[in-house]
């Protein structure tokens, strides 16, 4: 029997889909009304997924009391109300795509201490979502599910 | 990874049904002392007990009967929780009432445990392929068998 625990978060932030490594001309074309100059926001829903031994003095995998301010202080408080692609220092190397931004956050809470971080889940909206899991091979691998298009 | 050692594994169908509880609880651990069990557990702590409304989503993993169509009759899965679950849970106080439960703290963690636990060697069609319990719509615990059988 395996168990696993998920809470939910929420952050608000904008980004712009750009890479200097393309002209202006292909930016268009492969990130279509992503690329505004302006940029744009979304508000993101994360799932934090946590696995272990259920401690028999406390019938918890991990308490939430020590999660909730792990994940609010490495990604909460970073990207909440925030223009990833300038403050958040990672996105200034790497296009601020929810797949990276799944995988960063991924990174940033890896070393939670008192469970195994085993998935994280990015809703971009309610129709896109991106999910990391722990230990895919070699690396750790984003799978990306888009909802129908509906307009 | 693709179906290894898993011949039908293309053929197999996961059925979910949904079920919903309210229930009584609270956290407090003997062993600990008051500060300790207030630290620990917080506001889950108030020996008056809160509550919540849970959500449990069931699935049965399985090959559709050639003549039916379908993994399990769904009305007996609906019996099962009945028995099992709504009438061993719903509307009780689960530190005092469920006696599966007891020496335990009733966390969402050892609720689905017990569950699982339950629910298991009932499923006579399909296999039980995991239990999901909900205990707000922020915070859930996935119970699986955890021999990879479900990625
Ligand atoms: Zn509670």
Redesign the interface.
């Known amino acids: 029997?395996?168990?696993?625990?998920?809470?939910?978060?929420r952050f608000a932030a904008s980004h712009r889909l750009y890479t200097p490594r393309l002209s202006e001309a292909e930016n268009k074309r492969v990130y279509g009304k992503c690329s505004n100059a302006y940029g744009h926001g979304h508000n993101y829903v994360v799932e934090v997924?946590v696995t272990g031994p259920?401690d028999?003095?406390?019938?918890?995998?991990a308490?939430?009391?020590e999660l909730d301010p792990f994940v609010q202080r490495e990604v909460i408080e970073p990207f909440d109300q925030r223009f990833l692609n300038e403050e958040v220092p990672e996105f200034r190397e790497q296009v601020a795509t929810t797949e990276n931004v799944c995988r960063e956050i991924f990174r940033r809470l890896k070393s939670f201490p008192s469970a195994k971080l085993e998935r994280v889940r990015v809703e971009e909206t309610s129709k896109n979502s991106f999910e990391i899991?722990a230990d895919v091979g070699a690396f750790d691998e984003v799978r990306v599910s888009r909802g129908a298009t509906t307009q | 990874m693709e179906g290894a050692g898993l011949p039908g594994k293309d053929r197999m169908i996961r059925v979910t049904r949904k079920v919903e509880f309210s229930a009584a609880h609270f956290?407090h651990?003997p062993?600990?002392s008051a500060d300790e069990n207030r630290r620990?557990?917080?506001k889950c702590n108030n020996p008056h007990g809160h509550g919540h409304n849970y959500v449990l989503e069931v699935t049965i993993a399985g090959e559709p009967d050639p003549t039916t169509g379908m993994v399990l009759d769904l009305k007996e899965l609906k019996d099962i929780l009945e028995t099992e679950v709504m009438e061993r849970m719903d509307h009780r106080h689960l530190n005092y009432e469920v006696p599966e439960l007891t020496g335990?703290?009733?966390?969402?963690?050892?609720i689905?445990?017990v569950i699982?636990k339950l629910l298991e060697p009932k499923i006579k069609s399909g296999k039980l392929d995991r239990v999901r319990l909900y205990e707000s719509?922020?915070?859930?615990?996935?119970?699986?068998?955890?021999n990879g059988a479900r990625?």
């Open positions: 029997m395996k168990i696993s625990l998920t809470k939910r978060y997924t259920v028999p003095e406390t019938g918890m995998i308490n939430v009391g899991e | 956290y651990n062993n600990f620990v557990f917080g335990q703290i009733p966390t969402c963690e050892n689905a445990a699982w719509p922020e915070l859930f615990v996935d119970v699986n068998a955890g990625a």
